[in-house]
């Protein structure tokens, strides 16, 4: 069973920095794909970034340059390190992996970005 737990959102200014993580029940390894996506009040879900097994990345055109995807696979956990979060980032950010040809998503972390 694949579980996938997301972490670190929570209340930021206009300008701050979080780093979500989201953490994997099975290796990494299993894993051909992982992403983070996110959802706003009103809006549909929407690809953040993703990463391939092998490092490629793949960024929304609204977050590149400010938002960063990585993968530890010794760790099992995979990273958003968020710079610059604006009002338009305020969402629930959820981590996904595609295994086997199915799609498994986390329950998703509160980002906040107020003044």
């Known amino acids: 069973q694949v579980q996938l737990v997301e972490s670190g959102g929570g209340l930021v200014q206009p300008g701050g920095s979080l780093r979500l993580s989201c953490a994997a029940s099975i290796s990494m390894s299993s894993f051909n794909v992982m992403g983070w996506h996110r959802q706003a009040p009103g809006k549909q879900r929407e690809l953040v970034a993703a990463i391939t097994i092998g490092g490629s990345t793949n960024y929304a055109g609204s977050v590149k340059g400010r938002f960063t995807i990585s993968r530890d696979n010794a760790k099992n956990t995979v990273y958003l390190q968020m710079n610059s979060l604006n009002l338009e980032d305020t969402a629930v950010y959820y981590c996904?992996?595609?295994?086997?040809?199915?799609?498994?998503w986390g329950q998703g972390t509160q980002v906040t970005v107020s003044s």
């Open positions: 996904k992996a595609i295994y086997r040809g199915s799609d498994y």
